[in-house]
């Protein structure tokens, strides 16, 4: 008698404890994978910036860790949302473009001009780098959160 192990798909999480790991996932990605990015070019002289940098922020006086980790938690909602229905390896590189691409482009073209910086990190492309680098970061620990967190477990079935 051959014993072997089936797994089924793992069924859909409800879309509020998708988005609120997505929530979670994101801001803890922050903190580990962003700024371990962030860390590691910075040791190598890539960036001037230090990481997990815990200066205020205006206009409310925020840490800017702080700042950045509730920010990560707002884009992991945005990406929970959009990237729902992909499951895996596409999930989980999907998640990793989607940081490269869409907060890096929101910090350039967006919060930079709003903070009196240039726009695309003044067309340096060694700076350039930078954002799309921690930000894919970013984008693969908050897929690797939702994934371990996002959905429900599904018992393994032996036969």
Same mark, same amino acid.
């Given at each position: ?56 922020? #205006?206009? @409310?006086?925020?840490? =800017?860790?702080?700042?950045?980790? +509730?920010?990560?938690?707002? $884009? /992991?909602?945005?990406? !929970? ?39 695309? #990190?003044? @067309?340096?492309?060694? =700076?350039?780098?930078?954002?799309? +680098?921690?930000?894919?970061? $970013? /984008?693969?620990?908050? !897929? ?16």
């Amino acid at each position: 008698m051959a014993t072997h192990t089936m797994r089924h798909d793992a069924a859909t999480p409800s879309l509020a404890r998708w988005l609120i790991v997505g929530f979670i996932s994101g801001a803890l990605s922050v903190v580990i994978f962003h700024q371990g990015a962030a860390a590691f070019l910075h040791a190598i002289g890539m960036t001037p910036r230090a990481p997990y940098a815990m200066t205020a922020t #205006a206009p @409310f006086g925020i840490p =800017a860790l702080w700042s950045i980790a +509730f920010w990560g938690g707002v $884009w /992991g909602v945005v990406l !929970a949302a959009m990237l729902r229905n992909l499951r895996d390896g596409a999930f989980v590189v999907s998640a990793v473009i989607f940081g490269a691409i869409l907060p890096t482009l929101v910090a350039w073209l967006v919060v930079a001009p709003l903070k009196g910086q240039p726009v695309a #990190a003044g @067309f340096v492309p060694a =700076a350039m780098i930078i954002g799309p +680098f921690v930000n894919a970061a $970013w /984008g693969l620990g908050t !897929a690797i959160g939702l994934e371990l967190l996002g959905r429900p477990q599904v018992p393994r079935v032996r036969r």
